[in-house]
């Protein structure tokens, strides 16, 4: 075995010249790209698909139904992991592969090194909600999709999508788990918060819709997530069950319309998410696991003719440790027609294949589905083209006008959610300020990059205020910030504190309130939410305060040039904040008001 995987790298190796410069193809040259919407795609079979299905194999067929999770790039030397991904793949276990991390190049390797010993091409796929640098070192990052949301361009989202395809295709990757359908109406959401376009239908609806297209047209599937809407519940589905509580009339109103919508346009995937929806089934069965919800709802009331896959069946909400064969054979029953990231491939494999033949699940049950996949691979041209070239991948990882485009979308993402004549800072160079670092654990530096800026301008003292900060720090904090000429507040929280989550302590909250209190009737104070916005309705007494969405350098240097005023914040609130209480505020600062 591993003199093989020594023969295959060296082969992959000598295959490599010296490369030109390769641009990446631009968004319009892609838009040539058609069809690419479902109903175009997922059609009647003809006779040359339904030859091929009837000679296909039973546990081949159930194998094309399975995505198992690779855990890095190509290695020399194989590992138990690879090897058993291998076995996989040489066997027909599984069709498909989700890319869980490793770098651009190694990735591309061992992406042309599985289509290599699969006996079909494989269907490659990761999570690349905000760019292939999710999972790939040397891709490119964009902001999350509530900064994207608040820079109200759909074409830069459409932009976007065009750019992760391009990307993800140059090393073999041919769907997306992404975008995010969700609606965050909950602000104490664990695991969606900036993560979802906003609170908004309207917004929600333009901005995946845009995403969805530049990917599309790009060659990739995109997969909206999580059906039937996970935005309004307390639990992450990764550690428990969360149940979405809301009656019918409010799911068909609401959270249902991000993705009626992007069926009507067309999506080739949606990914149904591990929650309880007892307002569909009367019961606390899960949706991935629900008639009602995947073929009742989705299929037949919804009209989606594409592939259904669920979330990861590793995840805590439908894994107890021990009932591999039994979400298996029910996800099946549900109508899902590929199902992630088994923790145990071989073992679901096995379980569909008794289950079929001892009649619990049909064929033809097992035919539907695989001849959409089969659709969906014929659309990819995967028979034609399994392997990448190995020579443009450099040139594709990150091109310039990717990192240019993030960079426009991080800009224009920056939004003052409320203001009363601190913004931008009018300040002396180099004036004293008060820089507090506000964060829920104990990590070295915080918010280093929004550091390193404010020192380039001012003479700036930066105080930790995190769960353990002693009475100390907090009493030399105080004294710094009455002679600071201003006060700026920085935090890096992503989500709001809740059950199970790091949280801030009541000695933080209180210590920033007071200083609120004390000090900005006489001088600037500015609150700078790097990550969560949401962190702003725990402090609605402070008058000052910026957006970024995002924790990403970039975002933290442009937060920076809109205090300095060197920047215009142009983005506006996706989502509604509890901090309209400020009666200077002007009408409407901030806030998304294309409805």
């Known amino acids: 075995m591993k003199r093989l995987f020594q023969k295959t790298y060296a082969t992959l190796i000598a295959a490599i010249v010296t490369f030109p410069a390769i641009a990446a193809p631009p968004f319009k040259a892609m838009a040539e790209h058609l069809p ?16 091929e299905l009837n000679e296909m194999p039973l546990s081949m067929k159930i194998g094309q139904m399975l995505i198992a999770d690779s855990p890095g790039g190509f290695e020399t030397d194989n590992t138990p992991q690879q090897e058993k991904l291998e076995s996989l793949v040489r066997s027909g276990t599984i069709g498909g592969v989700m890319f869980l991390k490793g770098g651009m190049f190694k990735t591309a390797m061992l992406a042309n090194h599985l289509q290599s010993i699969a006996p079909k091409p494989l269907l490659l796929s990761a999570d690349m909600e905000n760019g292939a640098a999710m999972r790939l070192e040397g891709a490119t990052e964009f902001p999350p999709a509530m900064a994207i949301a608040a820079t109200q361009r759909p074409r830069l989202a459409a932009a976007m999508g065009a750019a992760i395809a391009a990307e993800a295709k140059a090393v073999g990757i041919r769907q997306n788990y992404a975008p995010v359908g969700d609606l965050n109406s909950n602000q ?30 790009g060659g990739l599937i995109a997969t909206i997530k999580h059906f039937p809407g996970h935005g309004d519940v307390h639990v992450d589905s990764h550690l428990a069950l969360p149940v979405l509580s809301a009656p019918k009339e409010h799911l068909q109103q609401y959270e249902l319309e991000p993705f009626r919508a992007a069926i009507g346009q067309g999506v080739m995937s949606v990914m149904v998410g591990h929650l309880a929806v007892p307002a569909i089934t009367g019961t ?34 439908l894994y107890n440790g021990s009932n591999i064969p039994g979400i298996s054979v029910r996800a099946v029953l549900a109508g899902n027609d590929l199902l992630l990231f088994s923790p145990d491939p071989a073992l679901t494999h096995r ?10 699940i049909t064929e033809e049950r097992i035919n539907q589905s695989v001849l959409r996949i089969m659709q969906a691979k014929r659309w990819l041209k995967l028979q034609q ?38 913004i931008p800072l009018q300040l002396s160079s180099p004036a004293p300020v008060l820089h507090l670092i506000l964060s829920d654990s104990g990590i070295a530096h915080p918010a280093e990059a929004f550091s390193q800026e404010i020192d380039r301008h001012w003479h700036a003292t930066h105080v930790q205020c995190n769960p353990k900060t002693n009475p100390a720090t907090y ?14 507040i920085s935090s890096t929280l992503g989500r709001l504190p809740g059950p199970g989550s ?25 609150f700078i939410a790097l990550g969560t916005p949401y962190i702003l309705n725990i402090f609605p007494e402070i008058n000052n305060s910026i957006c970024t969405f995002s924790t990403g350098e970039e975002s933290q240097r442009n937060a920076v040039g809109v205090l300095l005023g060197k920047q215009k914040a142009e983005g506006k609130l996706p989502i509604a904040l509890n901090i309209t209480n400020n009666p200077q505020e002007p009408s409407g600062h901030g806030q998304d008001n294309s409805r």
Do not use: C
């Open 188 to 217: 104490m959401n664990p695991v969606i918060n900036t993560r979802s376009f906003g609170d908004r239908p309207e917004t929600a609806v333009r901005m995946t819709g845009a995403y969805i297209e530049g990917l599309q047209r």
């Open 475 to 488: 009493r030399q904090a105080e004294a710094l910030a009455d002679s600071a000429a201003a006060i700026i």
């Open 284 to 317: 606390m069965t899960p949706a991935t696991l629900s008639p009602e919800i995947i073929t009742g709802l989705l299929r037949q009331e919804l009209g989606f003719k594409g592939l259904i896959i669920t979330d990861a069946l590793n995840m805590k909400a």
């Open 351 to 360: 379980s569909l294949l008794e289950a079929v033949k001892s009649g619990l």
């Open 385 to 422: 083209s399994r392997m990448v070239n190995l020579n443009h991948v450099p040139a594709l990882s990150s091109p310039h006008s990717h990192r240019a485009l993030a960079s426009e979308l991080s800009r224009r993402s920056i939004t003052i959610a409320k203001e009363s004549g601190s």
């Open 36 to 51: 690419w919407r479902a109903e175009e795609i997922f059609t009647p079979a003809d006779s040359l698909l339904l030859r």
């Open 502 to 526: 790091r949280h801030l302590t009541q000695s933080q909250q209180k210590f920033i309130s007071q200083l609120a209190e004390k000090h900005q009737a006489t001088k600037p104070l500015v």
